[in-house]
Nanobody, 115 residues
């Protein structure tokens, strides 16, 4: 069974940066998009950013200009560079791979922005 393995979460001060990474435990077929979602306590999971295998990106308005999503198609990896972090970015961040067969989700990595 394929698992998505996330890394890079942690505690950072406001204004700081973090880089999240995600890769599958084995090969995935039919992949067409990768992305990051987040869920804060008491809130619904929301889209942060997505990137297609063709390179098209989409960002939530709240992170535009601060976060950058990138992918390595050959390695099936996706990254999320997060700059100028704010306390409201605090959440569990989930990696997502969309394939023609099914979506895959990571287990989540905690990002906490606090002084």
């Amino acid at each position: 069974q394929v698992q998505l393995v996330e890394s890079g979460g942690g505690l950072v001060q406001p204004g700081g940066s973090l880089r999240l990474s995600c890769a599958p435990s084995k090969g995935i077929f039919g992949l067409y998009a990768m992305g990051w979602y987040r869920q804060a306590p008491g809130k619904q999971r929301e889209l942060v950013a997505t990137v297609t295998t063709g390179g098209s990106t989409n960002y939530a308005d709240s992170v535009k200009g601060r976060f950058t999503i990138s992918r390595e198609n050959g390695k099936l990896m996706v990254h999320l560079q997060m700059n100028s972090l704010k306390p409201e970015d605090t959440a569990v961040y989930y990696c997502n791979f969309q394939t023609v067969q099914q979506p895959y989700w990571g287990q989540g990595t905690q990002v906490t922005v606090s002084s």
